[in-house]
């Protein structure tokens, strides 16, 4: 009898397995490969939340998976093949799927489609090999191994072999959500059962569905990781303050700045993000100036803000927490283009300053060359710049030499870390008479 051709029916696991691919084969993130799929649109919330869980359980362990089936395979198959046998690997260590579910549901796959219909004795052989024999021998290959050897080797030059292993432990955590509250963080972490973390943010151990909490609807908070929040949370009082967030979407920044009461002026060149952002505004109540415009080439109204809030283009390394397939998604050279274009979001940030005023400079990066190295640039060719050194308590010990701040994703492990950061806060010289 032959094979049944079923290739027309899209299901979460083709759906899954394909999404996979294309991150591997193409560096685009879990994010957008998943916004461009009208199949994964129509599928049921909890098909959609099964289908990132797979993905994401992949990259979070992605060495250890890999060699754990090239211990069983004695050649590669083909792409489709793999990236299911990967994602049945990923049932079998990471999730606890009973052996029997993910042995059958990946052979299934494979028997519904006509092409890879050859391949399904295989998956059954390979699969059952890890169900017996797969946990012993992923627990004797290290952590570092989920992690791009280049990626890797830069972290142990900047924070040294220890931070290091650290970070490779923290890639394999599913972190928990924080929010950023209006008002009354007491009041929400009492009522989510969470915890104040810092000013209005409030760690809830478990997220659920979003939309469905509390307070949502109502727009009483929004989703932003502690770290996120430290660059407007730092600057202390900014009531009466014109300030411009260049880059701003998807906006918790500026929804922050509003919150407190700033004359918030809100810019980025995406006006698909932009959209997102004027609906956090209106969900929220909060009000902000939009500006769909190129930041380094934007001509108008320079010299005029109290304060000027960058969160440049980056990597993105530092939030490996949850996107845990971002560390597959820049080469080199990606992120040589990306430090330019940083250089450039810095002079025109300098450019839009009044006289006295603050910069605040932060990327969601682990590398160096878009932090520390970009700032020391900057204010070798910028003399009429001063470090506004970190001065909170709390966050004394994060500091670094040159006054900025520096979180790793390791630091406040016991509660769950937190995203990788760098924020230096600048100040223009007033001219003397």
Known sequence: MSPKNTDKKIDSRTITVRALGRILTSGEQLEATLSTDKHYRELETRDRGFVRLLVSSYFRQKGQIDGVLNG?????????????????????????????????ETVGLLKSHKKYYKFSGLANAVLRKIAREGRSIMGNIPPRENIPTWIYRSWERAYGRSAARQLALQYQQIPPLDICVKRDPELWAERFDGQVMYGNCVRLPKAGQIKELDGFDEGDWWVQDLSSTLPVQLLGDVSGLKVLDMCAAPGGKTLQLASQGAIVTAMDRSAERLDLLKENLGRTGLSADIIAADATNWPENDSQYDIVLLDAPCSATGTFRRHPDVLYAKTKKQMEQLQKLQRKLLISAARKLRPGGQLVYCTCSLQVEEGEEQIDRFLQKNTDFDVIRVSDEKWHDFGTLSGHLRLLPHQFRENGGLDGFFIARLRQKIEQM
């Open 72 to 104: 069983f395979l004695s050649r590669m198959p083909p792409d489709f093949v793999l990236n299911a046998l990967r994602i049945g690997a990923v049932q079998l260590l990471i999730l606890g799927t009973a052996d029997h579910a993910a042995v059958g």
